[in-house]
């Protein structure tokens, strides 16, 4: 790694990158360090070649407490109290405008984004693993958009992200209370894929899933994730366009020629394993 980090431990192994929250704030509360760290933690990500999946869980009980209002308030304060004049506005846009990019980078990253959630995920942190590709939890976990009952609307991309996961109904309902809500719901609305009994054993399953998605030749995973996401609030002629043109390329490939000489070999695939495609 080319650079260190106080709010994210990264560690890389066999194609799998895991990105563990450590805060500094209590359950790894989102506070100045978070949000100047993680758009450039998926920077570094996303050059490195060796990386196919990206894994994000909290360190300790939880998974995020969301936002450390307290740590934030002093940066934020002169921009959203009183009657704020046209440039403090400016620049309150432009700081939520900053604290979207990270979790924009996970959404548009080429590799596959993992979150495995255990104990709390409130406000920014449902936000973020909305981001992700794919979301595990543990039985204990609880999920809360509680933006409104800091008379807030959720704006770090929850209301963008979920009702493309759990439909608008859903979406609209955790906004608009604030509540909470546990693992049962989060499987039953397909927040997530899959409920895991203990955090140990989500931590496993999840490395696993990491790890089979990691073992795949990365041009088909990546050109995979493209595709999906170009789809999003696109027709069904437009996707079908799109991903034809995607795969006319794809199939010229080295991965793809070893994929069929090993079926027809009836042996294992050896793909490459170093794939940067310039992003």
Known sequence: MEQTYQSLQLTEADGVMTVVLLGPGKGNAMGPEFWEELPRAMDEINQMPTVRCILFRGSGDHFSYGLDVARMLPRIASMATGNPMADERRKLM??????????????????????????????????????????LCSRDARFSLREAKLAITPDIGGLQFLPHLIGQGFTREMAFTGGDYDAAFAERTGLVNHVYNTPEALFDAAQALARQIADNP????????????????????DGMQYVAVWNSSQMQSADFSEAMQATLDRRKAEFNKKVNRGY
């Open 94 to 135: 432009g700081q939520i405008r900053f604290m979207q990019s990270g979790f924009v980078k996970m959404h548009e990253s080429p590799k596959p984004v993992i979150a495995a959630v255990h104990g709390w995920c409130i406000g920014g942190g449902l936000n973020m693993i909305a981001a992700a590709d794919i979301r």
């Open 218 to 237: 990365a041009p088909a995973v990546q050109g995979a994730k493209e595709v999906l996401n170009y789809g999003i609030g696109k027709d069904l002629e």
